[in-house]
């Protein structure tokens, strides 16, 4: 079992801010553990995801925004739905991810390249070209061989394209990314 650390004082600006990104209430959660009961990947997080929302109820900043379980995250949604006060924790963990960006906390390196890759392929393409996704992937973190064994089965099932996909749409997506950017700007 872990050990949470409390004996930092409580940053209520942390508090706030969650909330008001997420628009989740934090004072809802009792604590129950059914989220981390369905998160698929509780077993590689250095904080369960109830740990987490505690240690937002009591304004733990630096110990939430540098933990290594935002960045294993999903985003399956499966804590959401089991949420028996319908908190959207899964909305609070992609919050939390941002501000650990913003505030420079991001500690797994591969898989900051890899949401980075994914996010530029979408904000390139409309949707994601997988091909390129691995590529700036591999060629960034050095792994050259990732998931070849898999790649050989799924090109030939053409299930990895070469081209990137056509799509209806791509310009207005490229227009989210556009605003997003201005705001986090301004
Ligand atoms: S399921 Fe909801 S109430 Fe229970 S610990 Fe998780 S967030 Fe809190
Ligand atoms: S959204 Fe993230 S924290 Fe929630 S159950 Fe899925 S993997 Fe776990």
Redesign the pocket.
């Known amino acids: 079992m872990n050990t949470i650390r409390l004996n930092t004082a409580c940053d209520a600006d942390f508090i706030n801010q969650v909330e008001k990104e997420s628009e989740q209430d934090m004072s809802l959660c009792y604590q129950c553990g059914n989220?981390t009961a369905?998160?698929?990947?509780?077993t590689f997080y250095d904080l369960p995801?109830n740990q987490v929302m505690r240690l937002v109820q009591v304004g733990q900043r630096e110990q939430v925004l540098s933990c290594k379980s935002l960045w294993l995250?999903?985003?399956?949604?499966?804590?959401?739905t089991r949420c028996p006060n319908d908190i959207d924790?899964?909305r609070i963990?992609d919050v939390l991810r941002h501000m650990s960006r913003r505030a420079g906390h991001a500690t797994e390196r591969r898989v900051k390249i890899f949401w980075d890759a994914f996010l530029s392929s979408v904000e390139r393409h409309g949707r994601v070209h997988e091909m390129g996704l691995m590529a700036t992937y591999m060629t960034k973190t050095g792994r050259m061989f990732t998931d070849i064994d898999l790649g050989m089965h799924l090109i030939p099932n053409g299930k990895l394209s070469l081209k990137p996909h056509t799509m209806i749409g791509k310009k207005e997506v490229s227009e989210i990314f556009k605003r997003f950017n201005e705001e986090r700007s301004s």
């Open positions: 989220c369905g998160c698929p990947y509780t995801v995250c999903a985003s399956c949604e499966s804590c959401t924790v899964a963990m």
